[in-house]
């Protein structure tokens, strides 16, 4: 498979990055890890005229925690790099948990986290972490930067709302009010494959009490699906038997799964129920222990 | 100075533009211009005439066409040629020496670690970039390192033997 053909540039700096981008008006897309975009236009589903290869530009292939506690993710780190990583497991569980499951061990040392929030497919593991932990992207533009939060970011599948000229150039989940816990889980035929379901929480706690929530599926609809409005009823509880089942029931409900070849959308839900339950009854049992 | 496009396809039109790059390739400067969508792995083969890089799906899925670039796998049909610019890589060409086989090769020999050998390539690299940050890894620990290398003749089983087999032979060296 052949993309048609395109122009190539490999600038040294954001500035030139973004001036090729204003210059294409629209015409130009960032290649970052490539895990996506190459594919795509392998198969002639996007054409560009000019690709504008960021991996060059020094200094974007961070991962870090700030002294007020938030996390900034550069849009060179590989998902790789937030694999076994031990700030993570400390401070953003539901990434750590999510590193090892996004597609396979090769394409993880190459496709970058920020890249795949960009691309925004609704089977996308990161743009749902993103939005379970209440993350935003730094877009930079010829006019500088500026903040998106994750529900203006990614508006549907395939599309999130950079301008032909922004480059997004780290992704931010802010401090958390409490202690933050959570995780992630995906069903997969086998590694590689796209996912049946899966579900990111994160949860803020405060001892045993919930003081913040945030849920979000993936695979289970047309795009990324914010399920954070399901999830109130754990904010100033306990998490107990009966919450959980209240919350995964209504986190079930806000599914769109279609029936295909990986399950009925009767069985997607019922994945996304137990996930749920998992994933809540075990960040009990540690928040118990903790306390 | 190679001409990329004898086998690939007919030589770029009167003014398509191509770039020339310099990669290190099994340790050797390679300069060569490429389109930009001339895809990695079709350098390596058709340009380089390094066949041992194999293409099987063409879809990022099978791993056949994994190759180390600077030091980490990678599948070589999602990476554009002009990217390795500056950049080192390992095709499965660069683990024999002229006299002997690498420990990675003799296990999937002693193990009966292929069948077929389609997959081997992109699991011997796979195997070698998982042993230089691992140098004992458990058998699942291999089985999780491999899953992005698909092989479909030999069940996986002897070819986890076979890296706990160079494994172990590549420890007993370094000591």
């Known amino acids: 498979m052949y993309p048609s053909r395109f122009g190539y540039e490999a600038p040294k700096t954001i500035d030139e990055a973004i001036a090729i981008l204003d210059k294409y008006a629209g015409e130009a897309k960032v290649l970052s890890g490539g895990q996506s975009l190459i594919p795509v236009i392998k198969l002639r589903f996007a054409a560009p005229e000019m690709?504008?290869?960021?991996?060059?530009?020094?200094?974007?292939?961070y991962n870090r925690v700030d002294p007020d506690g938030s996390i900034h993710i550069g849009a060179l780190c590989r998902h790789e790099d937030l694999e076994n990583n031990e700030l993570m497991e400390k401070h953003a569980p539901t990434i750590a948990a999510a590193a090892p499951l996004v597609s396979d061990p090769i394409v993880r040392t190459r496709g970058t986290f920020v890249g795949s929030v960009c691309h925004a497919d609704p089977q996308g593991d990161w743009a749902a972490t993103m939005t379970a932990m209440g993350g935003h992207i730094v877009a930079q533009g010829p006019n500088g930067t500026?903040?998106?939060?994750?529900?203006?970011?990614?508006?549907?599948?395939?599309?999130?709302?950079?301008?032909?000229?922004?480059?997004?150039?780290?992704?931010?989940i802010p401090a958390p009010k409490g202690v933050r816990v959570g995780s992630y889980l995906k069903l997969e035929r086998r590694v590689g494959d796209f996912a049946t379901a899966s579900v990111a929480v994160s949860l803020e706690m405060n001892g045993e009490t919930v003081i913040g929530a945030g849920i979000a599926l993936a695979s289970v609809g047309g795009r990324t699906i914010d399920a954070t409005a399901a999830a109130q009823s754990l904010v100033g509880n306990k998490i107990t038997p009966e919450l959980i089942a209240e919350v995964a029931a209504a986190v079930a409900a806000t599914a769109e799964p279609r029936t295909d070849h990986r399950g009925s959308s009767d069985y997607k839900?019922?994945?996304?129920?137990?996930?749920?339950?998992?994933?809540?009854?075990?960040?009990?049992?540690t928040s118990q222990k903790a306390a | 100075m190679t001409s990329l496009y004898d086998e690939v396809q007919a030589p770029p039109a009167e003014g398509v533009p191509t770039r020339r790059v310099t990669i290190k390739v099994n340790g050797a400067d390679r300069t060569v211009d490429v389109e930009p969508r001339l895809l990695l792995a079709h350098l390596l083969r058709q340009g380089l005439k390094l066949t041992g890089t194999h293409s099987g799906c063409d879809s990022s899925n099978c791993g056949a066409c994994v190759i180390l670039f600077d030091g980490r796998p990678i599948k070589s049909c999602t990476m554009l040629?002009?990217?390795?610019?500056?950049?080192?890589?390992?095709?499965?060409?660069?683990l024999a020496s002229a006299s002997e086989l690498h420990p990675i090769q003799e296990g999937f020999k002693e193990e009966h670690g292929l069948q077929c050998g389609f997959c081997t390539p992109g699991m011997m690299l796979a195997a070698k970039a998982l042993l230089e940050v691992n140098d004992d890894p458990t058998e699942d620990e291999i089985r999780w390192a491999l899953s992005g290398n698909l092989c479909r003749c030999t069940g996986y089983q002897n070819i986890v033997k076979s890296v706990l087999w160079a494994a172990k032979k590549m420890r007993a060296e370094a000591n």
């Open chain 1, 51 to 61: 690709l504008v290869d960021i991996n060059g530009i020094p200094g974007l292939d």
């Open chain 1, 146 to 172: 500026r903040e998106i939060a994750m529900n203006d970011f990614v508006i549907g599948p395939f599309q999130n709302t950079l301008a032909y000229n922004e480059i997004a150039i780290e992704a931010v």
């Open chain 1, 269 to 285: 839900r019922q994945i996304v129920k137990t996930f749920v339950t998992r994933i809540l009854t075990g960040l009990a049992t």
């Open chain 2, 81 to 94: 040629a002009v990217q390795a610019d500056g950049h080192s890589l390992e095709t499965v060409e660069g």
